[in-house]
C-alpha cells in the first residue's frame, strides 16, 4: 500500500472518547487504488519469475546439451586413442608379412637375406616406438635404481661396487618420463 492515499477514517463506537477502540478504516477509493497498485506489481513479479524460470530450464538444457556432447568427445577420444600409433606401426605389421610370405614361397633361401630385411622391420619398429617416446632403461654399470630397477638377485662381488647393476636379465622401458616396465637385474652385494 502507498501511504500517499491512505486516509485515516477515526469511527467511536459511543463508549469512550479517550480513543481506545478507535479504529483504521481505509475509504473504498484507497481500497482500489492500493488493489491496482498490488496487482499491477503481482503481475510484474509474475512474469519475472515466469522468465526467470525459463531462463533456467535453458541454462539447465544447454548444460545437459553440452555434458553429453563433452562425454561422447571423450569416449571417442579414449576408443580411438591409439589410432595414430596403430597407423605408425601398419608398415611394419605389412612388412613382416610381406618377410613371412617370401619365406613360405621359398623366395628367401638366403639367411644372410633375411637376416637383413628383419634388421631392417626391427629398426622401422624401434623408429616408430621412438617417436611415440618410448625409451630402453639401460642400467648395465650404474647404481641400483628402485624406480627404474627390479632386482631379481644379488651375487656378492668383490671388485664391484655394492647396489651396481651386473647384467640386466629383461629390458625396462620409459614412456616419455614415466616408467611403463621396469628393468629386470642382478644387482652386486658385499662379498661374505
Same mark, same amino acid.
Given at each position: 500500500?502507498?501511504?500517499? $492515499? &491512505? $486516509?485515516?477514517?477515526?469511527?467511536?463506537?459511543?463508549?469512550?472518547?479517550? #480513543?481506545?477502540?478507535?479504529?483504521?478504516?481505509?475509504?473504498? /477509493?484507497?481500497?482500489? *487504488?492500493?488493489?491496482?497498485?498490488?496487482? =499491477?506489481?503481482?503481475?510484474?513479479?509474475?512474469?519475472? @519469475?515466469?522468465?526467470?524460470?525459463?531462463?533456467?530450464?535453458? !541454462?539447465a538444457a544447454e548444460?545437459?546439451?553440452?555434458?553429453?556432447?563433452?562425454?561422447? /568427445?571423450?569416449?571417442?577420444?579414449?576408443?580411438?586413442?591409439?589410432?595414430n600409433l596403430i597407423?605408425?606401426?601398419?608398415? @611394419?605389421?605389412?612388412?613382416? =608379412?610381406?618377410?613371412?610370405?617370401?619365406?613360405?614361397? =621359398?623366395?628367401?633361401?638366403?639367411?644372410?637375406?633375411?637376416?637383413? #630385411?628383419?634388421?631392417?622391420?626391427?629398426?622401422?619398429?624401434?623408429?616408430?616406438?621412438?617417436? /611415440? #617416446?618410448?625409451?630402453?632403461?639401460?642400467?648395465?654399470?650404474?647404481?641400483?635404481?628402485?624406480?627404474?630397477?627390479?632386482?631379481?638377485?644379488?651375487?656378492?662381488?668383490?671388485? *664391484?661396487?655394492?647396489?651396481? @647393476?651386473?647384467?640386466?636379465?629383461?629390458? #625396462?622401458? !620409459?614412456?616419455?618420463?614415466? *616408467?611403463? &616396465? $621396469?628393468?629386470?637385474?642382478f644387482v652386486s652385494?658385499?662379498?661374505?
Amino acid at each position: 500500500m502507498s501511504n500517499k $492515499h &491512505k $486516509h485515516n477514517v477515526k469511527i467511536k463506537d459511543g463508549r469512550s472518547d479517550n #480513543g481506545e477502540n478507535e479504529k483504521n478504516v481505509l475509504t473504498e /477509493e484507497d481500497k482500489t *487504488v492500493s488493489e491496482t497498485e498490488n496487482t =499491477g506489481d503481482e503481475n510484474a513479479l509474475r512474469k519475472e @519469475v515466469a522468465n526467470l524460470k525459463d531462463m533456467l530450464l535453458r !541454462k539447465a538444457a544447454e548444460f545437459e546439451n553440452y555434458k553429453k556432447r563433452t562425454d561422447n /568427445e571423450i569416449s571417442n577420444y579414449i576408443k580411438y586413442a591409439s589410432e595414430n600409433l596403430i597407423k605408425e606401426l601398419l608398415p @611394419v605389421y605389412d612388412d613382416l =608379412g610381406r618377410s613371412i610370405d617370401s619365406v613360405n614361397k =621359398g623366395e628367401t633361401k638366403d639367411f644372410e637375406t633375411l637376416k637383413k #630385411g628383419i634388421i631392417l622391420i626391427y629398426e622401422k619398429f624401434k623408429s616408430v616406438l621412438e617417436k /611415440e #617416446g618410448l625409451t630402453e632403461i639401460n642400467s648395465e654399470g650404474k647404481e641400483f635404481d628402485v624406480d627404474l630397477n627390479a632386482a631379481l638377485m644379488q651375487i656378492p662381488k668383490e671388485d *664391484v661396487k655394492p647396489n651396481t @647393476v651386473l647384467e640386466v636379465i629383461e629390458k #625396462g622401458y !620409459k614412456l616419455k618420463d614415466k *616408467v611403463i &616396465k $621396469h628393468e629386470k637385474v642382478f644387482v652386486s652385494s658385499e662379498p661374505n
